[in-house]
């Protein structure tokens, strides 16, 4: 298994550009998450997913949009890329019950 | 409504020497409980986690936390530290029995020293 799998590793975006941050489980894991860390801070949820073809909002959504259209995807999408959405985004799969898998990390800069 | 306070936002020890890093916590439900790793650059690791079973629980590394009900309490402890701790560490809630949203406390960084 490879587990948590994310694309790309690094981006530098210029400001209002758009871009899609990949994420791929070959747990089939129902639930799917998107994390942002902060410099200095812990994780903030964005937006997660409790199966294929639902989502949810979670703590700071705004700016970001994703789409579950598989168990095994869920995509981060950026439209106007803002500086304050500089950051390392991390995809994360669970179980029912159980403990969350995290993904490498993407981190992302924009100028 | 769940929150997570981690005490120390950094802590420094010698190798050798014990590792505590303290965790208190807030839940309106029975809470689970984890403690995750980041090295440099890296993704989190899961180190241990408590879900009602045994209120002390043993993790990878020769970690272990042990959950304490009355103080609401919840922190890391490592008898020997090592070189390779050196990381940031995140003491992490969510409801127990149900897959929720889980809340990050602000983190720990621990130094070791030769």
């Known amino acids: 298994n490879a587990g948590v799998t994310q694309t790309p590793k690094f981006r530098i975006l210029k400001i209002g550009q758009s871009m899609t941050l990949q994420c791929t489980q070959d747990m089939n894991h129902n639930y799917m998450y998107w994390y942002r860390q902060d410099p200095g801070m812990g994780l903030k949820l964005i937006y997660y997913?409790?199966?294929?073809?639902?989502?949810d909002k979670g703590e700071v959504p705004n700016g970001y949009n994703v789409s579950r259209s598989t168990t095994e995807d869920f995509p981060l999408r950026l439209e106007l890329a803002a500086p304050s959405q500089t950051s390392v985004y991390f995809c994360?799969?669970?179980?029912?019950?159980?403990?969350?898998?995290f993904g490498p990390g993407t981190r992302l800069t924009v100028l | 409504a769940q929150s997570v306070t981690q005490l120390d936002s950094h802590v420094s020890v010698s190798e050798g020497t014990p590792v505590l890093l303290r965790c208190n916590y807030s839940s309106s439900y029975s809470p689970s409980l984890f403690w995750y790793v980041q090295h440099p650059n890296k993704g989190l690791q899961l180190l241990l986690k408590?879900?009602?079973?045994?209120?002390l629980v043993k993790g990878i590394n020769g970690f272990e936390a042990e959950f304490k009900k009355s103080e609401t309490s919840f922190h890391l402890t490592k008898p020997s530290a090592h070189m390779s701790d050196a990381a940031e560490y995140f003491c992490v809630v969510s409801r127990s029995y149900n897959t929720d949203k889980l809340i990050f406390g602000t983190g720990t960084r621990l130094q070791v020293f030769p």
């Open positions: 408590y879900t009602s079973a045994a209120t």
């Open positions: 997913s409790v199966g294929a073809g639902i989502t």
């Open positions: 994360a799969s669970s179980p029912l019950v159980g403990a969350w898998f």
